[in-house]
Each structure stands twice: as structure tokens, then as C-alpha cells.
């Protein structure tokens, strides 16, 4: 048997790789050193031999201690496994703004404004962009009857329906290509089950990630759709459209892959060792994610 082969029995990918959590890595390490040195009073050299086997346990099995999983959940504080986390969150689509890093957990930005970059690329300040406001200067956003609610135009959803039927997985590279300005045949898009996600890539760099195939399909018909709808629509960076985009899957009452009903609600998600309450769109018929908001993000700071 090669060493290869036998490295690969070994190996858990469910909890390796792309997969492997950094709090019950953590953990495990911390618990692997002290059971070593333990050894070690016994007989000097076993400290060193035993963290090796340990850490080589560690490494190709995921954690040393069955169970970590629900130790970490239990003992460690949420804020610590917040900074740990592997579960991501979407991020807008480009160069310039990437999406978080896999230890990332910050908090999608939500509501009226978005934190954006500069509108005109001369070296003014950043700027705060009203994604709503933009939104129904494009003509995509109106008020309904009673005058209190936001609806979609039915000019522009009658037009973002028109792309989303038009829009494929080969489209989707191809807007992601134009975004983010890396070659189209660098692009990948990759359906992680553990995390949830849909994650776009290129050369190994996270361009954009999504809460699934449709919530991808409706940001990239709503880019299509919006297209020419603003005066200043090509000055506009890759965020700000992106921000746009997210800004009108809110209102989706289909789902963009199977046409089946959306419900809107809250939800508890979960990622390895923590969980905590989300409000999504969800389709009724594929159960696809279509929009998720952590419901923390959501609520007024205290004064």
C-alpha cells in the first residue's frame, strides 16, 4: 500500500480540507498538547511522540476527541466561535471586494444603505449608496397602493422574469467574468454542501458566494435587467450592482430554479459548532435557500 493510498483511507473530507473546523481543530490541539505533556512525566520522550501521533490524528481525521463538535458548541463562547467560523456569509461580487475569507463571519450588510466604494474612481471619499433609493430611481422599486410598502415595478419584474428564464450557468460565468475582470474560463462555480453555499471561484480566489443556483440566477437577471436603468448605471462598481441585485431578490415571489412559491421566515442555520437565528427566503417546493439575513445584523444597536 502506498503512502498516498493510505493517507487517503485515513483522511475524513467531511471533516478536512475545505471542511475542517478551526474551533474543534482548536480544541483538540489544546487537548492533544495536554495529554502529552501528561505522558511526558511519565517518560520525557512519549510528550513528543504522542503530540505527533495526536496532531497526525488531528490532521487526517478532523479532531482527536469524538464528539468536539457539540463540546465546542457547548463550552465555547459564541463570540469566540463567531471569529472561528468557517460558515460564510454572501458577499457582493468584486476585484475589489472579494468575498470573506473562510474564517470569515462578519455580518452581511442589510437595509437602505450599504457601505460602498467610490461612485466616480477619482479619489473621492467613500460613499454611503442607498441601495433603495437607487433602486426606485431605476425605476425597479415603487410604492404600493397604501403608500407604506415597497413592490417591484411591474415593468422591471416582468423584465427580471424575461432574464431569470434566460439566465444559465454559462451566463452566469460570463457576468461574473465582466464583474470581477478574470478571464471567464477561470470560473468556477462550486456547490458546497457542508457550508451551504454556492461559491463562485477563480485561480483559487473567492470571487462571490450565494445562498444557492437561484439565488445566483436572480442576481445575475437582475443585473441584466437593470442595465441602463441609472444615468451613472457604468459608473457603478462591481459591489454596488451586486448591492443592487441583492437589494431586489428580496422581493422575489418565485423561485428563479423551479418557479415554485417562496416563504419568508425565521430559521435557525447551523454550521459545525454554532447556530444561530437567521430570516430567509426559502422555496416552498426545492427547499432552495433564496436569501439569508443573520437577525442579529438586523437589530438597533443599543444606544
Do not use: H
Not at 128 to 145: I, Y
Not at 206 to 224: I, N, P, R, Y
Amino acid at each position: 500500500m502506498t503512502t498516498s493510498t493510505l493517507a487517503d483511507r485515513l483522511r475524513q473530507p467531511e471533516y478536512t480540507g475545505e471542511n475542517r473546523c478551526t474551533p474543534c481543530t482548536v480544541v483538540n490541539v489544546v487537548i492533544a498538547a495536554a495529554l502529552s505533556l501528561l505522558l511526558g512525566v511519565a517518560w520525557p520522550p512519549l510528550a513528543l511522540v504522542s503530540f505527533a501521533l495526536f496532531a497526525g490524528a488531528i490532521y487526517f481525521r478532523g479532531y482527536l476527541i469524538p464528539g468536539t463538535p457539540t463540546l465546542t458548541k457547548t463550552y465555547f463562547p459564541d463570540r469566540v466561535l463567531r471569529w472561528f467560523d468557517k460558515e460564510p456569509t454572501p458577499a457582493r461580487v468584486g476585484a475589489a471586494a472579494p468575498a470573506p475569507a473562510a474564517g470569515d463571519d462578519a455580518a452581511e450588510p442589510t437595509g437602505d444603505e450599504v457601505e460602498a466604494g467610490q461612485l466616480d474612481g477619482d479619489g473621492a471619499s467613500a460613499a454611503a449608496f442607498d441601495v433603495e433609493a437607487a433602486l426606485m430611481d431605476a425605476g425597479a422599486l415603487e410604492l404600493d397602493d397604501s403608500g407604506d410598502e415597497l413592490r417591484l415595478a411591474p415593468a422591471f419584474e416582468s423584465a427580471w422574469n424575461d432574464e431569470i428564464s434566460r439566465t444559465d450557468e454559462d451566463v452566469a460565468r460570463r457576468w461574473l467574468a465582466r464583474m470581477t475582470g478574470v478571464d471567464e474560463a477561470d470560473v468556477t462555480l462550486e456547490s458546497r454542501a457542508r457550508s451551504r453555499w454556492v461559491v463562485a471561484m477563480a485561480d483559487g480566489t473567492t470571487l462571490g458566494t450565494w445562498e444557492s443556483d437561484g439565488a445566483l440566477v436572480a442576481d445575475v437577471a437582475a443585473d441584466a435587467a437593470l442595465d441602463g436603468r441609472l444615468d451613472d448605471w457604468d459608473r457603478l462598481t462591481a459591489e454596488q450592482r451586486s448591492a443592487l441585485a441583492r437589494g431586489v431578490r428580496i422581493y422575489l415571489d418565485r423561485c428563479p430554479t423551479c418557479g415554485g412559491d417562496v416563504r419568508f421566515g425565521s430559521e435557525t442555520a447551523e454550521s459545525c459548532c454554532r447556530s444561530w437565528e437567521v430570516l430567509a427566503v426559502r422555496c416552498d417546493d426545492c427547499e432552495a435557500r433564496l436569501l439569508e439575513v443573520d437577525a442579529e445584523s438586523l437589530e438597533p444597536e443599543a444606544a
